[in-house]
């Protein structure tokens, strides 16, 4: 039974504004450091529903949280992003397996974010789909899940702040506001509740089935089968790239980019031509205007000390570092699409891609391929990226770079040539 939120007692984001109130203490608030100019209190309420008498609560939908990484030894300078969004993960196998990657002082998160179906009841915009996003209190999540929380509700607060300059790339968000319980919720348009994990699942279980029919039957047409996957993955691929691209342009990192971060309004193939891929889990977003980088607080503190390991010591060798950061995070997300959906089933997963990218290889694309050539379970893969005489390796290979000077922008990306020739 669907709960209305006029049952409950909630307290509406009249918090806002107050930023002070918002994060709490003053020091919590020099913390987080979130730009006053960026995020006024006027274009908050202006712009999104902010009372909770708007919104009806449906079913409960999952949840997940995020793997703290406190050291991490791999090839990218300084290792890996401080926070990483998992959905539904097993943390005991995750952790297990990263633990195997050289990585150190890896822990679950402590902040767990629920998800709910819901609607609009009231406004211009009744009846309109919503997926709720429920950060803990502090009691349950600290202070971190009201950092994660802000941040997120003001990260989308800015990138929406041009009505017609939307990114159809980035989740939207509708609402927002806070429980006296303290938790925060975040109410965005139902867009769909797949992402870019649970297609390469879906499509890895469902290769398998479709082999042994092919196996019986020839004349389907594996052919046709394998470059709708093909386009389909360039698609998802592509629209995550340009929902980055829009980011960078307005002077903002993304810093959690993954399959799960990618969300999708289908997983199948053959819908591929009502497919819209949408960035989301901005928690960990990052301000990059040279007035605001180096003070972001502990959610961007791993950024620019893998930045100083790195070599970039003024403010735009580290906005430029950051901005290649998350280059490197989307062509680990470029070899995660490029391999898990079309390799055999269990053949490999997110972790193991990387530690074979990292550690075995240390970025050797070529090394790579060779490696793959030898597998006849990652021969799907190597065929995706042969595609236009080995664009595909190129473009994951510039990518992934291991001097972060010389990566692609996301602009360069969305133009590279395994993006717009036709499969």
Not at 64 to 73: A, D, E, K, P, V
Not at 100 to 114: A, C, D, L, M, T
Not at 277 to 302: C, H, Q, W, Y
Request: hydrophobic share 40%; with cysteine.
């Amino acid at each position: 039974m669907a709960l209305n939120f006029q049952f409950l007692q909630f307290t509406t984001l009249s918090k806002l504004s107050n930023p002070q109130q918002w994060h709490g203490t003053n020091s919590r608030r020099r913390n987080c450091r979130l730009s006053d100019r960026r995020f006024s209190s006027h274009s908050i309420t202006a712009a999104l529903m902010t009372d909770p008498n708007y919104f009806e609560v449906g079913k409960f939908i999952g949840s997940y949280g995020f793997m703290n990484i406190t050291s991490y030894s791999s090839f990218q300078s300084g290792g890996i992003s401080n926070s990483q969004i998992e959905q539904e993960m097993d943390f005991s196998n995750v952790l297990e397996q990263i633990g195997q990657s050289r990585s150190q002082n890896v822990g679950e998160g402590q902040v767990k974010i629920r998800l709910y179906e819901g609607r609009v009841i009231q406004g211009p915009i009744y009846g309109a789909s919503v997926l709720f996003k429920v950060y803990p209190g502090q009691i349950a999540g600290g202070k971190e899940a009201d950092m994660m929380a802000a941040n997120e509700l003001y990260a989308h607060n800015y990138l929406q702040n041009e009505p017609k300059n939307i990114c159809e790339n980035i989740q939207f968000l509708l609402g927002a506001f806070e429980t006296k319980t303290g938790e925060q919720w975040l109410a965005f348009r139902n867009d769909g509740n797949y992402n870019a994990a649970d297609y390469a699942k879906y499509t890895n279980q469902n290769t398998i089935n479709s082999r042994d029919l092919w196996a019986k039957f020839p004349i389907l047409g594996q052919g046709q089968n394998w470059k709708n996957k093909c386009r389909f993955v360039i698609k998802v691929f592509y629209g995550a790239i340009n929902g980055l691209a829009f980011m960078h342009e307005r002077e903002m990192l993304h810093q959690s980019l993954g399959p799960s971060s990618v969300l999708l309004n289908t997983i199948e193939e053959r819908n591929a031509r009502i497919l819209v891929p949408k960035l989301r889990d901005l928690a960990f977003s990052v301000d990059i205007r040279l007035t605001e980088i180096g003070k972001g607080g502990f959610l961007s503190e791993g950024l620019w000390r893998r930045a100083s390991s790195a070599g970039a010591l003024t403010l735009f060798e580290k906005r430029a570092f950051g901005i290649s950061d998350d280059i490197y995070e989307a062509g680990l997300l470029f070899a995660y699409l490029a391999f898990v959906p079309f390799c055999k089933n269990g053949a490999m997963d997110g972790v193991s891609l990387r530690r074979l990218l990292e550690n075995t290889f240390q970025l050797d694309i070529s090394g790579l391929r060779e490696y793959c050539l030898a597998d006849d379970n990652l021969l799907e893969a190597v065929k995706f990226l042969d595609l236009h005489n080995n664009a595909g390796w190129e473009l994951l290979q510039a990518m992934l770079n291991p001097d972060y000077r010389q990566r692609p922008i996301a602009k360069a990306v969305l133009n590279h040539r395994f993006m717009t020739e036709t499969v």
